[in-house]
């Protein structure tokens, strides 16, 4: 301490440099270049005792800093310069340091350099890592296969990986600068939309955000429609806080698609197009169990005559034809309204609605004539039989369809290529 006990003295300062590990030092660089003074700590960061020689503390510096270091030592009096520098620990260990220091001239007319020395190896693995994740997640988000984006709180896109331009042909530049009008169709902008207002009103009040996850439909540049499953969640900062909004767009078009083709396979007959007969039956009971008072339903049911011997004569690629041939005029000559399924082998069910027996009758046999009066190409002309049944109140599907098979086995017993009604 001083002599008046206020001011610490020299010692003082030494020894709190020494336990705080930070090294202070004198170094003269004319007329010759030594140590005039150096911080006991070096010992604890290099590994070399502070009475080394000076070549010695020196020559622990890297060599990729080297130069670095000799410029400081032509430095002119009154300059000052912070540098960063990477030693050599005896132990092999590299130790990375922050030194800042200042030129002067002494009376003398001696030129010293006078600095003081962090070691920030610690802080400088942290930045290491931290640019390494920062590199990492880069190359993560701009290969990625996925489209990744982030939006921050005002509900500007502040960024977008390249995959956007693989699923909608558009670079990751123009899709920051879409409106939500460009980006989604109607539907799938309100859905967004809506999701966003309750996220930015959740972070006004201070309550958790909800998170996203469902399917999306976006513009493609041409203007066709990509399906996207969108998962949004909120990023927030290490005290919690949200500070972005962070959203995948996983392309998920061919799924769509393969899904439609499956759902496709399970309601319809795969040779003729038509529904099968599971889907039809769930369609006739449907209509049984809505029909109102008063409205009425009529099932057509259809079956080509001399099947086998076409099949026979002409093979069954030539009665695979007569089926699809079948079910195309079938589909042709139908209202709108109307239903039909292939039933099995070469039996058609029509399901009539809102038409009674009469009119029922009368449709019935246009579609006989569409099918009688045109041949099927080498196998020449083709008829069916066809059996009509009005549903009655109180029937149950299965009573309606044994009706109406009644009504098609006299059809067929009556000669064939003819319409029959119901008489039970």
């Given at each position: ?7 610490p ?7 709190l440099?020494?336990?705080?590990g930070?090294?202070?030092y004198?170094?003269?660089i ?65 130790v ?51 489209v ?17 331009e ?8 123009e ?41 999306i ?27 972005e ?124 004539a ?55």
């Amino acid at each position: 301490m001083s002599a008046d006990g206020r001011v610490p003295d020299t010692e003082w300062f030494e020894q709190l440099a020494e336990r705080s590990g930070v090294i202070f030092y004198v170094l003269r660089i004319q007329p010759d270049v030594a140590f005039e003074y150096l911080g006991a700590a070096l010992l604890m960061r290099l590994g070399v005792p502070p009475d080394a020689d000076t070549q010695t503390i020196l020559g622990r510096v890297d060599p990729d800093f080297a130069d670095r270091m000799n410029a400081t030592l032509s430095m002119a009096p009154g300059d000052e310069l912070s540098m960063d520098l990477t030693w050599n620990h005896l132990d092999g260990r590299r130790v990375h340091s922050r030194a800042w220091f200042r030129v002067r001239s002494r009376p003398d007319g001696s030129v010293i350099q006078e600095g003081v020395v962090l070691d920030v190896t610690e802080q400088h693995e942290v930045e290491s890592d931290l640019r390494r994740s920062e590199e990492r997640n880069r190359l993560l988000a701009e290969n990625a296969w996925d489209v990744i984006w982030t939006m921050a709180l005002d509900g500007k896109i502040t960024y977008v990986n390249p995959a956007v331009e693989r699923v909608r042909g558009i670079t990751a530049e123009e899709a920051m600068r879409q409106t939500p009008e460009e980006i989604n169709p109607p539907k799938s902008a309100a859905t967004v939309a809506e999701h966003f207002q309750k996220v930015f009103a959740a972070i006004r009040a201070g309550t958790d955000p909800p998170n996203f996850r469902g399917e999306i439909e976006y513009y493609r540049r041409d203007g066709s429609i990509m399906t996207g499953e969108l998962q949004v969640i909120a990023n927030r900062d290490a005290s919690g806080q949200v500070v972005e909004l962070i959203g995948v767009t996983r392309d998920i078009s061919e799924r769509k698609v393969f899904e439609a083709e499956l759902r496709d396979m399970a309601v319809t007959d795969t040779l003729t197009g038509v529904w099968n007969r599971r889907h039809g039956t769930d369609l006739l009971t449907a209509d049984l169990s809505a029909r109102r008072t008063g409205a009425t339903l009529t099932l057509l049911m259809l079956d080509i005559d001399h099947f086998k011997t076409i099949n026979d004569n002409f093979g069954h690629q030539s009665g695979d034809h007569v089926l699809i041939e079948t079910a195309s005029r079938l589909r042709r000559s139908l209202r709108g309204s109307d239903m039909v399924a292939r039933w099995g082998g070469e039996e058609f069910v029509v399901l009539l609605r809102d038409c009674a027996l009469p009119e029922a009758l009368q449709i019935a046999e246009d579609l006989r004539a569409a099918i009688a009066e045109v041949p099927f190409g080498p196998m020449g002309r083709i008829t069916v039989s066809i059996g009509a049944a009005e549903s009655r109140d109180n029937e149950d599907l299965q009573a309606w369809l044994s009706r109406a098979d009644q009504a098609l086995y006299r059809a067929k017993h009556s000669g064939r290529n003819t319409v029959a009604a119901d008489i039970n």
